[in-house]
């Protein structure tokens, strides 16, 4: 029974904790604060949930608890007078028991025109005063709810210099007693970039999970996407916001047929496009649109964005125009260079000019060291090598490929085509 409870503790954790991290921060002012503040209402969950069963609104208990904590810390820091007022509401909601929508209600009355706490996380974790990368692992971890082991894995780097470097920015944020909000006018144009990376990264973390049992976390992909298009809004003139929202919305389309009726992932070229979402892919086409038509230079989201159009546009994976694909990936290659652009440029060139071809890129890139951990490397290698008739090799790279893996669903797949 605990083992249960337990679980459904987890899933819940795991879809709202973001918000709740979010919401407290806004009341403290201290996104380290808040983190701690947030995880008490988890124990509490912990500590109740299985004497007392799962409440009707898991979320909102988890929300409410973490809102009580929060106004104990802001009491017991006795803070200033105005600081106690804003938050005036909220302590009489409490005492009075209302109810959790009302409480938000409340919460919303007092917010700014963007009115949505996630997206002052996500600004705030990306403040200037952080470097990119400890702005991306903070708010991986804050939105997501990723582990610094997925956040390793999505980055190719070592678990510790994550943890080290989510511990320092949240040091760093409180130290600088950095403002909670959304900016404005230049400083939203500064730090617009490393928000459309960071939920970029969480997009790609729904889309194909690094670890775990399941395939795909929807609900990361939808908080993504929503984060995008909220983007859209606030950025209208900014080509790479409606060209990380086109990519994102493209892929989305394809989500539903990239598992079987048993979770299990099924590829590209076998999909069932029928089952592709026909309105993700016209709204994914219309942002395209909208950061080709505001000029300039194509930027690595609307050349990815282009990417996912064409196999969008193609009725069956033979219809694929594998030629314009890796043109694009060429053009990515000049505007955003990195291993993992080349593993792509080297899967299109052997589509569209054969195995062989794309082999020869595969190959330079067997000593790249970001990649030695990198399962996509052999996987794909394994790929052309069967193409080519050579299945012993390819066997053995699907074998590592599996090795690497992360993902339980990632790995039963590869070993089915090293036919284990």
């Known amino acids: ?18 918000r709740i991290v979010a ?47 929060a106004l104990d810390h802001l009491r017991r820091a006795r803070m200033l007078d105005d600081k106690h007022q804003e938050i005036g509401h909220d302590l009489e909601a409490q005492e009075a ?41 903070l708010t991986l971890k804050l939105l997501g709810g990723l582990t610094t082991h997925e956040i ?26 950095i403002p909670y909000e959304v900016p404005r006018g230049e400083e939203l144009a500064q730090r617009l970039a490393s928000v ?3 939920v970029y990264l969480v997009f790609n973390e729904g889309y194909t999970a690094t670890a775990g049992s399941d395939w795909m976390r929807p609900e990361l992909a939808q908080e993504a996407l929503r984060l995008g298009r909220m983007l859209a809004e606030i950025a209208p003139q900014e080509p790479e916001v409606h060209g990380l929202l ?25 999909q069932d496009r029928s089952r592709w979402d026909p309105l993700l892919i016209r709204r ?19 050349l990815q964005a282009a990417i996912a159009a064409c196999h969008a546009r193609a009725a069956t994976s033979a219809q694929t125009d594998w030629t314009r694909i890796a043109a694009l990936y060429g053009e990515l290659a000049q505007v955003a260079p990195s291993p993992v652009v080349e593993l792509n440029r080297g899967v299109a060139v052997g589509m569209a000019e054969g195995p062989a071809a794309g082999l020869a890129i595969i190959d ?32 053995a790279e699907f074998l590592r490929a599996a090795e690497l893996a992360g993902n339980a669903r990632e790995r039963e797949l590869l070993l089915r085509r090293a036919g284990v």
């Not at 409870?5 to 973001?18: C, F, G, L, P, S």
């Open 23 to 69: 919401v407290v921060a806004r009341m403290v002012r201290d996104i380290g604060a808040a983190e701690e503040l947030a995880q008490d209402a988890l124990v509490a969950a912990l500590e109740h949930w299985p004497r007392d069963g799962i409440p009707d609104n898991p979320a909102a208990w988890l929300m409410t608890t973490a809102k009580r904590r």
């Open 364 to 395: 330079r890139l067997a000593e790249e060291k970001s990649l030695r951990q990198y399962q996509w490397l052999p996987s794909v290698r394994g790929d052309l090598l069967e193409k080519l008739g050579r299945r012993e090799e390819a066997r």
């Open 284 to 302: 994914g086409s219309a942002a395209l649109s909208r950061a080709e038509a505001l000029g300039g230079a194509r930027g690595m989201y609307a």
């Open 246 to 270: 086109a990519l994102m919305e493209l892929q989305a389309s394809r989500m539903q047929a990239r598992t079987d009726a048993q979770g299990r992932p099924i590829l590209l070229a076998d």
């Open 1 to 18: 029974m605990h083992s249960a409870t337990h679980q459904a503790i987890a899933a819940v954790w795991r879809i709202d904790a973001a």
């Open 152 to 177: 390793a894995r999505a980055y190719l780097v070592p678990e510790p210099t994550i943890a080290q470097r989510i511990v320092r920015a949240k040091r760093t944020l409180g130290e600088a007693r």
């Open 97 to 137: 028991l209302v109810v959790p929508d009302f409480v938000d209600a409340l919460d919303a009355a007092r917010q700014d025109d963007i009115g949505d706490d996630l997206l002052r996380l996500i600004f705030t974790a990306c403040h200037p005063v952080l470097s990119t990368e400890a702005r991306v692992a």
């Open 196 to 198: 459309l990376e960071v």
